[in-house]
């Protein structure tokens, strides 16, 4: 215990150090605002409990959600918070793992140069873990995002492949499907021919409306006359999703990739640009792992750059987790949006690792 | 002394105690009808507990009773990584239901996962809110929805009438045991065509969190057998 508060003193410490604010987080935080952002599952994770007056509350799951919110009401640009507290979450397979733990934060909330603020995260938590026997993974949805964003298709399949850019499985089962895999069931067929596809089904009931049905049919139709997505564009994003390399040679594989898919060009420069930011700060790039899909199976709102450390193989407990959230700025903006990066650490995760490194 | 907890009224009551008295055990209600204590004839050793049979999976989790009677749906749903708590000895193959979700029949563009997913994506941008899934069947929804790689939609607590939620908008979408089909149909719903979420029958489960001492073991063994499992 005493282990754990001298880690979470000396990290709030080097965060202090580097210029942030010290702020904090209400620990019940309104349930509807984190389930708006992560979906039903968050319930999975997250312990809800109800207040008479103010409905549905959960135990924080997290603190970025309420940070960005504290920023988005007033914020300076640039900003730099940081935070300890507890977190709450749901085990309901493991009764090992921990239901409470503490997290030790960093945000940067700035316009300038966001290849600067990504490599000034990565490099502070590097430095926070610096001496002990650890992994680190990174990865960018921002390039992924870019290389969607630049398919020669329709706007509907863009839009529903990034939705699901966070579901793997589902995102392959859409990639296949768009590029023309599988036949399209008879009944489907017959649907969007018919005349009148209402037929013996009655009024409409509930809150949906026929009108939306129709939208919705309209679409269809328009996706069933919509051409496959090249073999070619396929390839490029496989090939960007089994990227598991050193980042020099992710960058150099990802300008290759970039001359036949130039949507991701300027994703690309922004990799290059941190990696050289990175490399400033003392960073060894050279042996940086970067994977394609890193990211991609949290539940999270991770948009751009995204870091882990770990004590050691895959399975091994996590240290610290952290990455880019400029969209998540925009939704809790209420108009207003600003690029952020952050990161936490866990200090019984290091404590206990320091023990053990003895 | 082995502790079997079996439901304590009903079909699934008289269901669970034909299948015993088949494999040569006989469970009865002791006493007059409304009291809810039993015995087990045919073997030594075992005491039958009368339980509602969605308590059944609790008393099993927390090791207060040895076997018990359930519908596999319960015990999926009550608890928490149910695999580690409890083990299937056999499927009675009584009690059989599905449970499954049912959208309007007006939905004409509505036939499987794929397009309740996009289907739902659209209504949140229309309505502001997710798309809300009537259901008591929180933790097996959630799962399979998941599992699914569907979004947007919300859980809705029904612990009853569940069918009436569309009409009543006050849901969108149901998730709900069906053994016909037939209530579904009457409140302009129709069976969404994709796998079950779970096919449910009543099963005899195991605790494997409750205390057993050598003799129980043995009656535990000898049961087994009876059951032939």
């Known amino acids: 215990m005493a282990a754990i508060q001298d880690e979470t003193a000396r990290l709030i410490g080097l965060f202090k150090n580097a210029g942030a604010e010290p702020i904090g987080a209400d620990i019940l935080q309104p349930a509807e605002t984190l389930l708006d952002i992560y979906g039903e599952d968050i319930r999975a994770r997250a312990y809800v409990t109800s207040d008479p007056l103010r409905g549905e509350m959960m135990l924080r799951p997290d603190f970025t959600v309420p940070i960005v919110q504290a920023h988005m009401a007033g914020g300076v640009d640039p900003a730099r918070y940081c935070y300890a507290g507890k977190v709450f979450r749901k085990q309901e397979l493991d009764a090992a793992r ?82 023309g895999e599988g036949e399209m069931s008879a009944e489907r067929k017959r649907l969007l021919e018919a ?164 | 002394m082995i502790k079997l907890g079996v439901p304590s009224k009903g079909r699934l009551m008289d269901k669970t105690f034909d299948w ?32 509602s049979a969605g308590e059944i999976p609790r008393e099993l989790a927390a090791g207060r009773i040895h076997l018990g009677v359930t519908g596999s749906d319960l015990v999926r749903e009550k608890i928490a990584g149910w695999q580690s708590q409890v083990q299937e000895l056999a499927l009675l193959g009584f009690g059989g239901a599905d449970l499954i979700l049912a959208v309007p029949q007006g939905w004409v563009d509505v036939e499987t996962l794929d397009d309740l997913d996009a289907a739902a994506a659209a209504f949140r941008k229309v309505h502001g809110f997710r798309m809300r899934i009537a259901t008591k069947y929180h933790r097996l929804v959630r799962d399979y929805l998941r599992e699914h790689g569907v979004a947007d939609y919300q859980l809705v607590d029904s612990q009853g009438a569940t069918e009436g939620t569309v009409k009543n908008e006050t849901a969108e979408v149901v998730a709900d045991i069906t053994s016909t089909g037939e209530t579904l149909r009457a409140n302009g719903l129709r069976i969404l065509d994709a796998p079950v979420v779970h096919a449910s029958q009543a099963t005899l489960f195991q605790s494997l969190t409750a205390d057993v001492s050598d003799t129980e073991r043995q009656t535990l063994r000898d049961i087994k057998s009876r059951l032939s499992i």
């Open chain 2, 20 to 51: 015993f008295g088949k494999h040569g055990l006989t469970l009865e209600k002791s006493g007059a009808d409304r009291e809810y204590a039993g015995r087990v004839e045919g073997i030594d050793g075992v005491e039958l507990v009368l339980l």
């Open chain 1, 195 to 358: 005349e009148d596809p209402f037929v013996n089904v009655g009024e409409a009931v509930g809150v949906r409306s026929r009108k939306e049905v129709i939208d919705r049919l309209v679409r269809l139709r328009e996706e069933a006359s919509t051409p496959p997505i090249s073999h070619g564009e396929r390839e490029m994003i496989d090939a960007l999703l089994g990227l598991k390399q050193t980042s020099k040679d992710a960058l150099s594989h990802l300008r290759d990739i970039a001359v036949d898919l130039p949507a991701i060009a300027s994703a690309v420069d922004r990799f290059a640009q941190r990696l050289e930011a990175l490399a400033e700060r003392g960073v060894d790039v050279d042996a940086l792992q970067f994977e394609g899909s890193y990211g991609r199976t949290t539940l999270e709102y991770y948009d751009g750059f995204v870091f882990g450390f770990y004590a050691g193989d895959a399975d091994a407990p996590v240290l610290a987790t952290g990455g880019r959230y400029d969209a998540l700025t925009a939704v809790l903006g209420k108009g207003r949006a600003i690029p952020a990066v952050g990161g936490v650490i866990r200090p019984a995760e290091v404590a206990a690792l320091r023990e053990a490194a003895r």
């Open chain 1, 98 to 179: 921990p239901i409470e733990f503490e997290q030790v934060g960093y945000e940067v909330f700035a316009s300038a140069s966001p290849a600067e603020a990504d490599a000034e995260v990565f490099a502070l938590i590097s430095e926070a873990l610096a001496g002990l026997p650890v992994r680190a993974s990174t990865g960018d949805l921002g390039i992924l995002t870019a290389a969607v964003r630049g398919l020669q298709t329709s706007e509907a399949r863009k839009a529903a492949l990034l939705r699901h850019l966070w579901r793997p499985k589902r995102f392959l089962s859409l990639l296949a499907r768009f590029c």
